[in-house]
């Protein structure tokens, strides 16, 4: 089974936008927070938002969300990510087409 587990989002302004989800979705308080993250359990899916400091106040951070997933055989998901055309090194033994 394949289930959705970990959305990160990362941004300059944590506290402003952890402030918005929180307010606008009903999300109670987080069930982590601290100086660079703040977080939610939501179910079976955990929703956190990491304070980024490498960019301009004001400037878009060009980084989209960290997305994990949860899966019953690493390996064999980690071979077919590859097989549809992920980038990444193959396991041991196994080969492509091209």
Known sequence: MTRLDT???????????????QEALKLGEPTNNGPQHVGWALGATYFGIDQIDD???GEPTLRGPSVWFAVNDLDATFTRCVLAGSHGPLPAGVETDG
Request: charged content about 10%; hydrophobic content about 65%.
């Open 55 to 57: 960019v301009a106040q």
């Open 7 to 21: 959305v990160i989002i990362f941004t300059a302004r944590m506290s402003e936008l952890a402030a918005f989800y």
